[in-house]
């Protein structure tokens, strides 16, 4: 056994001062403990607290300690036998596993009482345990928990903790269960040495505090964040995909209840509160039928979901995440497509149809320019600006093929756009010595410019001063291959096009849900403190006029 756990199992193996004044409130107040369901918190070796609510009437007493303390739940079980309790029920849960909380919960709970006997030993464990203990309450706002705690430091205090959960706790006065007749043989003297106070933690039904939730939703994973008005994030929580697209709207709409009911009871949050507001940034949200459509369901079926919506496409809340007041994002990875967000809240968009009509500058579309340069000029069909040699054979290395026909596999019968994307990687590292290649990422680079001077004409004036662009995808990790082009792009073909004085590029340090988040503030009248300066990276800007 290590150090760290012979050091855990020697406390868990202790009988602490705190455990007798528990016990002593317990008799005191059986009647309510009577038939009560009660979980105990750290109950280590002796269980004291737990076995004295089972022997005073509780209906039924879980018992825990962190997992992997077996010795110590292996000892609470025999001790609780030799109290004439048939079949004790010990179970592992680690202070701050909301997902363990919720187990325990789910499968013994709701619980009427949790009881917690010098849990709060240690600075380090106060945020882990009142997680636990605000999971613990969320799951059940009538949950009590009754602790105790020995003074070892006058400065120490989870007051913070307490608001902080949206909870409330009131003080255990000594004299109102008799603390003076507290007493265990051989054991007065270390009981009288220590000063042991009790404290009953509940929710605070009278709180009320603002709480925005953002989504970022894909096809296969979704991220929520919960903020308080301050901007706090309460919780991040990760769970499956909710296109609406892809897995029909009911079911969408189930799979964001679920995470969001998940990331409330993780912030100590209770389910039956709505959110002030929810914001989703969805993925290929840009209907706005269907996205009202599907607002339309979160409010019918889930009713204490959220008071209020706004639902946007992912590119949107990637914009509201990294600029405050608005601006472009140009999306180059796969695919690619651009969209401008002005201050106004106004929103316009460029590109973003897909491989068969579009997608412009991605990484499908420079292997795509890559294949054609070489094919159409062994068709003698057109000319390739460069020797076609090198990109000839990273062409039939990357598919794995000797003749040209055998490419025509993977471009039709076994499609996949994600695969054929990825030869621009063995193209971006061609560049350094193959001008072909070079020439395809100058191309690419110029029509992303061109995206951007596409929006540009609809943004707000000033904007134009200095145009700011979230860069988002792999396409932007070859940026000294696209800069030239991309530069070029952004120059004025005639009078119908904006003059773009000058441009920032930025790379996205957070999630998309940060601005889903603030989108649903701003829906709701509020507003959130947010430093952006934190949420995106500047990696470029230059004057072109």
């Not at 995470?259 to 993925?283: I, N, Q, R, Y």
Request: hydrophobic residues 40%.
């Amino acid at each position: 056994m290590g150090d760290e756990a012979a050091s855990a199992a020697g406390y868990a193996m202790h009988l602490w001062p705190c455990s007798p004044f528990l016990a002593q409130y317990i008799c005191n107040k059986r009647d309510l403990f009577k038939n009560a369901n009660v979980l105990e918190l750290g109950a280590g070796g002796t269980g004291l607290p737990g076995i004295t609510a089972l022997k005073l009437g509780a209906k039924r007493v879980i018992f825990t300690d962190k997992e992997g303390h077996d010795q110590a739940m292996a000892l609470c079980r025999k001790n609780c036998v030799e109290n004439g309790i048939v079949a004790p029920e010990v179970h592992g849960l680690t202070w701050g596993d909301a997902n363990g909380a919720l187990s325990i919960a789910a499968r013994f709970g709701p619980f009427d009482w949790v009881l917690a006997s010098d849990c709060f030993y240690d600075p380090v464990v106060f945020e882990p345990l009142m997680s636990t203990i605000a999971t613990l309450i969320a799951a059940n706002s009538s949950t009590k928990v009754l602790f105790g705690y020995q003074e070892r430091h006058c400065h120490w205090s989870i007051e913070v903790l307490i608001r902080r959960f949206g909870l409330m706790c009131q003080h255990v006065d000594p004299d109102s269960f008799h603390a003076e007749c507290v007493a265990v043989a051989g054991f007065d003297d270390e009981l009288r040495s220590h000063t042991v106070h009790l404290g009953i933690i509940s929710a605070d039904e009278h709180r009320k505090m603002s709480v925005f939730g953002g989504i970022e939703g894909g096809a296969t994973n979704s991220k929520l964040v919960l903020l308080d008005g301050s901007g706090r994030v309460l919780s991040q929580t990760e769970w499956t995909g909710t296109n609406g697209y892809l897995l029909g709207l009911e079911k969408a709409a189930h799979e964001i209840a679920q995470l969001v009911d998940k990331g409330k009871v993780e912030a100590g949050l209770s389910v039956d509160v709505p959110l002030t507001a929810l914001g989703l940034a969805l993925a290929g949200a840009e209907d706005e039928d269907l996205n009202r459509q599907m607002t339309e369901l979160l409010k019918s079926l889930y009713p204490n979901l959220a008071k209020c919506y706004h639902l946007t496409s992912d590119s949107v809340g990637t914009i509201a995440t990294s600029l405050k007041d608005g601006g472009i994002v140009l999306i180059a990875g796969t695919g690619s497509a651009c969209r401008l967000l002005n201050p106004d809240g106004t929103l316009h968009g460029c590109g973003g149809w897909g491989h068969s009509i579009g997608d412009e500058g991605s990484g499908y579309w420079i292997s795509n320019k890559a294949i054609r340069y070489v094919y159409d000029e062994e068709d003698g069909l057109f000319r390739a600006p460069a020797d076609t040699a090198f990109v000839k054979k990273a062409i039939f290395d990357y598919f794995s093929i000797d003749s040209k026909t055998q490419l025509l596999d993977f471009l039709y019968a076994k499609f996949n756009k994600a695969h054929v994307a990825g030869l621009c990687k063995v193209l971006a590292e061609g560049a350094a010595h193959d001008e072909l290649c070079k020439r395809v990422f100058k191309e690419a680079g110029h029509v992303l410019g061109l995206h951007v001077l596409a929006v540009a004409k609809h943004a707000d004036a000033a904007m134009l001063r200095n145009i700011p662009v979230v860069t988002v995808g792999s396409v932007f990790k070859s940026w000294d291959l696209i800069k030239e082009g991309f530069l070029e792009g952004l120059r004025p073909r005639d009078s119908r096009d904006a003059v773009i004085e000058g441009v920032s590029l930025f790379h996205l340090s957070e999630s998309p849900n940060i601005g889903a988040a603030l989108l649903a503030a701003k829906e709701a009248n509020e507003s959130i403190p947010i430093d952006f300066s934190h949420n995106a990276q500047l990696f470029f800007e230059t004057k072109l006029h």
